[in-house]
């Protein structure tokens, strides 16, 4: 693996809507913690460009 490879996004070790039954409780805990890490980064994903839209939308209407 290249040091390129560093900067693509990691892909998901699992599939939204998987069987769980086979998974631990501590799995299905770190899971969690990785949705919820993801969550947050969509989030400021959302925020941070509903803030450049509203940014170039005041700009068109002055």
Do not use: C
Not at 9 to 29: C, F, N, R, T, W
Not at 31 to 45: D, F, M, P, Y
Not at 46 to 59: H, Y
């Amino acid at each position: 693996m290249s040091f390129i490879d560093d900067d693509l996004p990691k892909k998901a070790a699992y599939e939204i809507g998987s069987d769980l039954s086979m998974l631990s409780v501590d799995e299905l805990k770190e899971r969690v913690e990785q949705l919820k890490a993801e969550i947050a980064r969509i989030e400021a994903e959302v925020t941070r460009k509903a803030s450049g839209r509203a940014a170039a939308e005041n700009l068109f209407r002055s």
